[in-house]
Nanobody, 114 residues
Framework: VQLVESGGGLVQPGGSLRLSCAAS????????MNWYRQVAGKERELVAR????????NYADSVKGRFTISRDNSKNTMDLLMTNLRSEDTAVYYC????????WGQGTQVTVSS
C-alpha cells in the first residue's frame, strides 16, 4: 500500500489550497478514505472522510463549510479542497486508509500565515 500526498504549502489567511492523495497497492474503490491532520505535540485528528463510492462525506466541525473532500476512483486519487483557511488549520495533513492495518502517507505541511 502506498499513499502519496501533495499540494501543501504556505498560504495567507482566507486563502485556499488543494491537497491530493495518490493511492496504490490496494483496490481503491472498495474503501473509505480519510484526511487527518496533526499539529506538533498534539494528537492526530480526523478532518474529513469520503465513502468508497464518494457519495457520502463527513467533516470535523472545525472545517465544515470550508473544506471539501472528493475522490476519483478511475484515477485512484483523493482530494481535499481547503478554502477560507485560518491560522489554526496549520498542520501536517495525512492521507489515510484503514484496511486490515492502518496506512498513512508521508504527510504534507500546510502553513496558514500572513
Amino acid at each position: 500500500v502506498q499513499l502519496v500526498e501533495s499540494g501543501g504549502g504556505l498560504v495567507q489567511p482566507g486563502g485556499s489550497l488543494r491537497l491530493s492523495c495518490a493511492a496504490s497497492g490496494f483496490t481503491f474503490s472498495w474503501f473509505d478514505m480519510n484526511w487527518y491532520r496533526q499539529v506538533a505535540g498534539k494528537e492526530r485528528e480526523l478532518v474529513a472522510r469520503v465513502s468508497s463510492t464518494g457519495d457520502s462525506t463527513n467533516y470535523a466541525d472545525s472545517v465544515k463549510g470550508r473544506f471539501t473532500i472528493s475522490r476519483d476512483n478511475s484515477k485512484n486519487t483523493m482530494d481535499l479542497l481547503m478554502t477560507n483557511l485560518r491560522s489554526e488549520d496549520t498542520a501536517v495533513y495525512y492521507c489515510n486508509v484503514q484496511l486490515a492495518l492502518n496506512y498513512w502517507g508521508q504527510g504534507t505541511q500546510v502553513t496558514v500565515s500572513s
